[in-house]
């Protein structure tokens, strides 16, 4: 019981560094570019994950501004902008204004592009207090709280007080370098973000044609994981309680609608505190590779016990069809150009039941959890 609490702060401490250390949106999304893509193809993906967020915030037009709202029914400014980004994208950004600030990359204003975030100081302290989504030519779009309007509101730039308040600019997505006249068209028709551009071609430009469906058939990822396992419950026991890894397929797709990930597992697992070997081979689903839920049926080596005060307490069920179930989760992620490395936690059950009469709440329970944090690789491969 007394590495419990130290356990539970690990992961307060995990959860709430992703505010601090997230990049810039460079993958990790439907929509971003493979790495075979030709330098065209990745401006291309780019281009269109912007328009899907401007697309989908123009959708929240009108709705009202209510503090701490995340939903069509009132939104906040950092709500608002966190809805947009997960409606088009699937992907979930920091909830507040200052966790916005910090996870963007500052930029000029002459250098920010529409979908990148612009933040404002409407306080009377120096502390950024409002964010907006940026569509170009000084516009923006943002969940004002005063004013003559409020809600999801279009406003400028141009505008005396939100000229007064503006404290910079952040991207949001890597910069992209316009190839052609076209592709500067689109990035600034905020009328109408989805709207296919043709050039004369006369004037010698080339004709593009902005497609938002393209990179819907999805993309395929493989990684490896490795994490000690602690002790929550067991009086007297290790810190440690043994090691847990992972081999990971996943599979990005848009096909039913909204983004999904689906992933295969197979865990090999050494349990010190029970003795024995494990074998969970998962199925897991999520909203993206960052956060899944997964269940799989487990192959179970050794005579599992555990020592207590009270002696050796034996376990049975080990094996079993539905052997393993729990949720996954990596905060936040540091890219490289050959995957991601990502801090991670694991909660899960794994199905062991005491052969004993007497029952012991902490032993039991702690044989049927494991709690788990360490490091895993993701690239992609398709």
Partial sequence: MKYFSSIILICIFICSAAGLFAAPLEGGFALAPRASFSQEERIQAYINARLRVIEAAGKYEDVPYRHGGITSAGLDCSGFVVLSFRDALGVTLPRTTT??????????????????????????????????????NRRFIHSASAGAKTGVIYSSLDEQY???????????????????????????????????????????SVTRTIDTNQNNNGFLFAGIALAPTWNGFISGGDLFRGVTSQFTLLADTSFLGPRMVFGFEVRPEYDGALGVFRLPITFSWGPSERIRIFAGPVLSFGDASLSTDDGVRNYSGGTSWLGSAGVTAAPFGFKTPNGEFAPYFELAWQSYFSDDRDFDLFADFSAGLRFSTGLRWLFQVR
Wanted: hydrophobic share 35%; aromatic share 12%; no cysteine.
């Fill in 162 to 204: 939100w000229a007064g308040t503006f404290a910079g600019a952040g991207r949001a997505f890597p910069e992209v370098t316009p190839f052609s006249i076209e592709s500067h068209i689109v990035l600034s028709n905020v009328n109408n973000p989805v709207e296919q551009n043709n050039s004369d071609r006369s004037s010698g």
């Fill in 99 to 136: 966790g916005l600030y910090t996870w963007t990359e500052r930029v000029p204003l002459e250098n920010a592009q529409p979908g990148d975030l612009l933040f404002f100081r409407t306080g009377t302290n120096r502390n950024i207090t409002h964010v907006a989504i940026y569509l170009g």
